[in-house]
């Protein structure tokens, strides 16, 4: 757990700058069963100060790898000249950023060092388990990995704080042969905010997550390649989540809608069906605590749920505090950065397209010749909305029930035209935990309900 020698350095802080100074630690674990042998057994930490100076409009930062009061007060000094020797250049000077409520905020959790040979303990048993249970796999693999961050924020004009973001994850790999005799994969996710001791103490959830997994690919393993064409599908909260981060919630950072992004155009303007509206969760969401509980940014700023769409209508960005002040709103809290050295970006949280009222049985009904796509595991897009992403899962749907499992296809589409398709929303959410690859490594969450909507869908 970080000391906080960095609240006393306010007194370094100059007048008239706007002062940021973070103290930060990462964690990083990663264990790799493979067909039970141990392949990967890793663990690692960096820590250090940052300091990020705004001065008339110009940014000084400055970082170093050493956590004591007088590498503080060296960055503090370093920022605050790159600032001043930047502003030199400023052929505009611009105003300072309103004041942000100050307060102390710590979050609930804190890290906690699990003991890696428990770890890997328990990604033994669980080989273990599989290796017993579904005899007939042509390998496996088990990986657990860890990123956690500690945070001490002292601002001179925002809210100060010590806050924690402990996560862990364990994906399991299936692979089988085919009936043409080529390997089929899918994988599996499971993952919790907080260390392996609060979430992996009971294994059974996660057998029976396994089960699934073992079903879906025993399935695939005869499958069938896709119709490729437009067709009406209903997208897993996997797939529309995925989609809600990529291919529309990149587009709504303020910071890309500046370099162009389709959002900019479309500001209050139908994006989507009046179904689907679109939140990024700060650090709670539906009665309980998100998935990845975000509540203070790394500018100091209290974080608070940010509204992208609302009833198919794009009605706001995610900024930080010089977005905020530009577009004239509140900052929400989404301004990170991934390491110690790293300036904050925006950033999202908790990104997710909001439950509708429809049962999954109801929807699968409704489809005469479709698709339910079920799992992703990779894509792409651009801020044009546009979009394509790998299909590792999915069953047809055939005069309203599940047929066939179909083989790996893709699936692409503009976002905004796509959502405008949707005509039924199920009623409950499913979250998944993910690293946004946005300049700079951060987790994050993405989810949402089931999505009945129209894709081009690739075919063989």
């Not at 990967?40 to 790898?65: H, L, P, W």
């Not at 069906?273 to 969401?285: G, K, N, P, Q, R």
Request: glycine share 10%; proline share 3%; charged share 25%.
């Amino acid at each position: 757990m970080l000391e906080d020698i960095l609240l006393g350095q306010k007194s370094l802080f100059e007048t008239g700058v706007q002062t940021v100074l973070r103290g930060q630690e990462n964690r990083y674990r990663k264990i790799v069963i493979q067909n039970g042998n141990l392949v990967a057994n890793e663990r690692s930490e960096e820590s250090g100060i940052c300091a990020r100076v705004y001065y008339n409009g110009a940014y000084g930062f400055a970082s170093t790898a050493e956590y004591s009061k007088d590498a503080a007060a060296k960055t503090i000094k370093a920022a605050t000249e790159n600032a001043k020797y930047l502003d030199k250049f400023n052929s505009e000077k611009k105003k300072a950023y309103p004041e942000v409520i100050s307060s102390h905020i710590t979050s609930p959790r804190m890290i906690i060092d699990y003991e890696q040979k428990k770890l890997v303990d328990i990604c033994k048993e669980i080989d273990a388990y599989i290796e017993k249970t579904y005899t007939d796999l042509l390998s496996r693999s088990v990986i657990y990995t860890e990123d956690t961050m500690e945070k001490i924020i002292v601002t001179s004009d925002a809210s100060d704080g010590h806050v924690a973001y402990p996560r862990c994850r364990i994906m399991v790999e299936f692979s089988m042969n085919s009936r043409e005799g080529k390997p089929v994969e899918l994988f599996r996710m499971f993952f919790g905010c907080g260390h392996a001791g609060e979430h992996f103490a009971d294994l059974n959830p996660i057998y029976e997550g396994l089960e699934d997994l073992y079903k879906n690919i025993k399935a695939k393993a005869d499958g069938v390649y896709a119709e490729a064409g437009v067709k009406t599908v209903i997208l897993h909260p996997d797939v529309a989540g995925m989609i809600a981060h990529e291919a529309v919630g990149h587009t709504v950072e303020a910071d890309l809608v500046d370099g162009g992004s389709v959002a900019g155009p479309n500001f209050g303007k139908q994006v989507a069906s009046e179904l689907v509206s679109i939140v990024d969760y700060a650090h709670t969401a539906f009665g309980v605590d998100a998935p990845f509980p975000v509540y203070l940014d790394d500018e100091g700023v209290p974080a608070k749920d940010a509204v992208l769409v609302k009833d198919g209508i794009l009605t706001g960005y995610m900024h930080d505090r010089e977005s905020a002040l530009k577009y004239g709103v509140e900052p929400c809290g989404n301004s990170r950065g991934y390491t110690f050295s790293d300036e904050p970006l925006i950033r999202m949280r908790n990104t997710t397209v909001l439950p509708g009222k429809d049962k999954l049985e109801d929807m699968i009904a409704s489809v005469d010749d479709g698709y339910y796509l079920v799992g992703t595991g990779n894509g792409q897009a651009d801020l044009t909305g546009e979009f394509m992403f790998g299909i590792t899962c999915g069953y047809e749907i055939k005069n309203g029930k599940l047929g066939r499992a179909i083989l790996d296809t893709t699936v692409s589409g503009v976002a905004f035209d796509m959502l405008k398709t949707v005509d039924m929303v199920s009623d409950s959410v499913i979250w998944w935990s993910g690293t946004c690859g946005k300049k700079q490594a951060m987790p994050v969450a993405t989810g949402g309900p089931a999505i009945k909507c129209k894709i081009t869908i690739g075919g063989r």
